[in-house]
């Protein structure tokens, strides 16, 4: 078979598994099934945005920083928060984006959390939940003197103080696994798993505290206090305190996705709507479908039977972009439907150094056959070039917003990188073996008009 008409068969085929992805929500191959609904940004679906910040006076380096947008990230996922994002900006700054989020508050407290979970020795003195407290590590210091009232119970360190200071037995390092459970009274709770270090520790100390008071600690702040009414050997225990579901769950996806590197405050948070977005999108796509129009109709006026293959091979280039997005997925903001009707831009630039390199080479006498070979094979450098310059500009783009934290400026860069590769693709291959099929059935004294000279 003609080589033209098996790529011709490969285009019928990509073109036809496009449209699957397109018109689909979720696709389903067998036992593979996976959602491709288009993922939509902060300024489209409305939000929570959050910039966390260490507090003053804390040092720490940008690697820190890293790694804890890393942890709040996956914290935040666990929350079954979907499309979160969490990056470094300016080098001090931690910002967060939650599209579609509506429990701000839920997150947020999830977010201060440093999340130091300690168990901390507190002998024969019961502190209720909520209580605060202030540890150190015993194994390298002599036991603190606990300041006592007259009958031995613990003095009020006053308003705003900790109690203390109690040693800590071990810390949330030593944990390897986290769920949340019902005890034997149906309370929720929260389970967990120590790891052989953790288990060795904490089988000593229970087994040398029984009736002691061993205080749940997390940043600072006691949780439970159980008594200690047996030695825990197998590394496994329970931490309870009246929580709600919510409540167990956060403080799980706290511990199992471990202490963040560095504190961090909430500088500022806002709630974005969606409405102005979902205005800015409807007048953003209605203008890309009226300057399509007019570029086809110019394209096809102009150009003749070339325009009509160019805009085939742009409806199929919009079609892959599309469905680009999906699989990725990309997060499709206003800045980035921008990035992609702008790569349109380039798609059709491509095929105007063609058709007019291909145009000049029927004035100089070549046969419909060699000006088609021909125009391709020359118009090649510029469509190279071009968008090679493009593609860099868009990487230098995407890295000044990952460095400085322009999400919009990353979502521009990404689509419009997406669009320009696909354009080529498109415009050297679709567009290519559609005109030379096509040009099989114009005559050769036709040409001049089916080709626009």
């Avoid at 210091?141 to 003095?155: C, F, H, I, Q, V």
Wanted: with cysteine; charged share 15%.
């Amino acid at each position: 078979m003609d080589r033209r008409y098996v790529n011709l068969i490969l285009i019928l085929v990509l073109v036809a598994a496009v449209l699957w992805i397109d018109l689909s929500s979720v696709i389903k191959i067998g036992s593979f099934e996976r959602s491709v609904k288009p993922v939509l940004g902060l300024d489209l679906r409305g939000g929570l945005q959050v910039l966390l910040k260490p507090p003053a006076g804390t040092e720490f380096d940008t690697q820190a920083l890293e790694d804890a947008a890393s942890i709040l990230e996956s914290r935040a996922n666990g929350l079954g928060v979907s499309e979160v994002i969490f990056q470094t900006a300016g080098g001090q700054y931690i910002l967060g984006e939650f599209p579609g989020l509506t429990n701000t508050e839920e997150v947020i407290s999830v977010l201060r959390q440093t999340g130091q979970l300690e168990f901390v020795d507190l002998g024969d003195y019961f502190l209720p939940a909520g209580t605060r407290v202030a540890t150190m590590d015993c194994t390298t210091t002599p036991r603190p003197e606990l300041k006592l009232n007259e009958d031995g119970s613990l003095a009020d360190p006053g308003a705003g103080e900790p109690y203390g200071p109690f040693c800590t037995v071990m810390t949330g390092k030593d944990i390897a696994s986290v769920n949340v459970a019902t005890n034997q009274t149906g309370e929720i709770a929260v389970d967990f798993t120590l790891d052989e270090a953790g288990a060795t520790i904490f089988a000593d100390y229970t087994s040398a505290s029984i009736g002691k008071f061993l205080a749940i600690v997390l940043d600072g702040s006691v949780i439970s206090a159980p008594s200690i009414s047996s030695a825990i050997t197998k590394g496994e225990g329970q931490i309870t305190g009246g929580f709600t579901i919510e409540e167990a769950n956060n403080l799980a996806i706290t511990l199992r996705y471990g202490r963040l590197p560095v504190a961090l405050e909430v500088v500022e948070s806002r709630v974005i709507g969606p409405t102005l977005g979902a205005d800015s999108l409807n007048k953003s796509l209605l203008a890309g479908v009226i300057g399509f129009i007019i570029v086809a109709l110019f394209m096809i006026i102009y150009y003749r039977l070339p325009g009509v293959v160019a805009v085939i091979a742009i409806a199929i280039y919009a079609g892959i972009t599309f469905a680009l997005f999906k699989l990725i997925p990309v997060t499709l903001t206003l800045p980035g439907i921008a990035g992609f009707l702008l790569s349109t831009g380039s798609a059709l630039d491509a095929n105007i150094l063609i058709f007019e390199r291909l145009k000049e080479e029927l004035r100089n006498g070549r046969s419909l056959a060699q000006a088609i070979e021909l125009g391709f094979k020359r118009a090649w450098s510029s469509i190279r070039d071009s968008n090679i310059a493009t593609i860099i500009t868009s990487l230098i783009l995407f890295w000044f917003g990952s460095a400085y934290g322009a999400t919009i400026v990353k979502g521009f860069a990404l689509t419009l990188a997406i669009g320009v590769l696909v354009s080529v693709f498109t415009a050297v291959f679709v567009s290519r073996n559609l005109l030379t099929i096509a040009a099989d059935f114009v005559k050769n004294a036709k040409k001049d008009f089916w080709f626009g000279i």
